[in-house]
């Protein structure tokens, strides 16, 4: 026997010269069946036939030459050119050391296999704790990512620190050569909620705020927050606004540090453009009431101005990234300079913004709250302060505000997709939750001005109630992500009436879904 170097058979003069060898080779050690075999037929390898080529040593039958190397499959000891010796078919490894078979050789375990390994560790945490997610891929997989969050995942390998707040099965999905392929792990969590709401107690926490802006960085597993208002007197929370960049790294607060500061703001808008990683900020009003028309974006480090033409200046705001249509959504808002509530609709695409023209489409409005729902492949949008009876902006004469409860998606164009489900509401927030595929609905401002504490879910087609124990007090202004380290919704903040409350909060919540309808 032998030890078999595909290094031999990188030029046509080795592979003879290891063609003309092995058979002395096999007499020197005494085998004196092979010596009759290679002495006597035109055998592959053996060089005493004639032949002059690789080729026209196989057996002429054999006409598979799977790797286009020009040499046939039953005489290639790596038929399908992936690093790995073959050991069904190739001459030099074939248990008759012939190429009278004519059967196709079969490639070997890994020739289409991408993912070799992805798994937890540990597998088992209990609540509270984290595991790495951990992944290995060979050549084959170009690109991969991990759902739930859809987060990026480097190839040939890698890891992500996660900490779920419920039991949670990971797929890792790789495309390659024109092929997917996925594998699923699952790290339990002991004690993790079914379902509901836990509060947080991290690190470093961001000062008490209302009518902030968050984004989830899907990319860099960073929850993206900025500015807000630090309202403390109830029925006037206003005297100021906040210019500080936090990020939630899934476990605490981490305060940025960027060389450039956007002006401060509350009653923006802010989304994450996964297309070209960045997370972008438009609008709102800085203290002590100038409207804003800025675009921003966030790259991690540092915030850029955009210069670039785009929606009129406005408050009450709200924007979400369409994944399936790669652009940033706008809708609607307040502006002082018509003293009206807008219901226009923008999409920018990292260059320019650009206004779209629709035949149906959501009434004037503010203070509403929009998403992507990633199962649809379209915006949701709901709630939102409506015009007063009147006509104008604010309360009606008996002190009530007009609130929507319709329930509208976008694609490109909109479409009301529900008129029953949560109350009347603004000042409300909602997140996708991409483990159960379900969007989270909490809280908000009634007609009356209260706040409300109830949590909601929508599978695609209709609205469910949770009942939960407890949760977050009654909350307006908040904001919400989908946290993929945690695989849960995170909710911060906002503007609380409940006893023990003096209006802005700095709580951090999490939220585990019960994927309604799925």
Known sequence: MYTFDKKLFSTNSQKSILRKTLPYAAILIGLSTIVVILSFGGVCGDGDDGATTEQQECQ?????????????????????????????????HDAANTCGDTNTPTADANTDKMIEEFYADPSTIDAGQSSFLRWKTNTNAISCSIIPGDYTAPVPSGEIKVSPVSSTQYTLQCEGNGKKETATTTLTVVGGATS??????????????ESHALAYDSKRLRAVLFGGAPGTTPGNPYFGDLDDTWEWDGSNWIAMTPQTIPEGRYYHGMAYDKNRERTVMFGGVSYPYKQLNDTWEWNGTNWENISVVGPSSRDGLAMAYDENRAVIVLFGGYSTSSSTYLNDTWEYNGTIWKKIVTTNQPSPRTAHAMTYDAKKNEVLLFGGGLLNDDGSTGQNSDGTYNASQETWAYNGSWRLAASEGPSPRSAVHMAYDASKEVVILYGGMDENGNALADTWEWNGSGWKLISLVSGPPPLRHHAMVFDNIRNGVLLFGGYSQESGYSGATNDTWLYSAQGYGN
């Open 60 to 92: 002429p039958t054999d006409t598979v030459d799977t790797d286009n190397d020009g040499i046939f499959d039953s005489c290639d000891p790596d038929d399908d050119n992936d690093g790995i010796i073959d050991t069904e078919d190739s001459c030099p």
């Open 196 to 209: 509901g709401w836990s509060k947080q107690s991290p690190a470093g926490v961001p000062p008490d705020r």
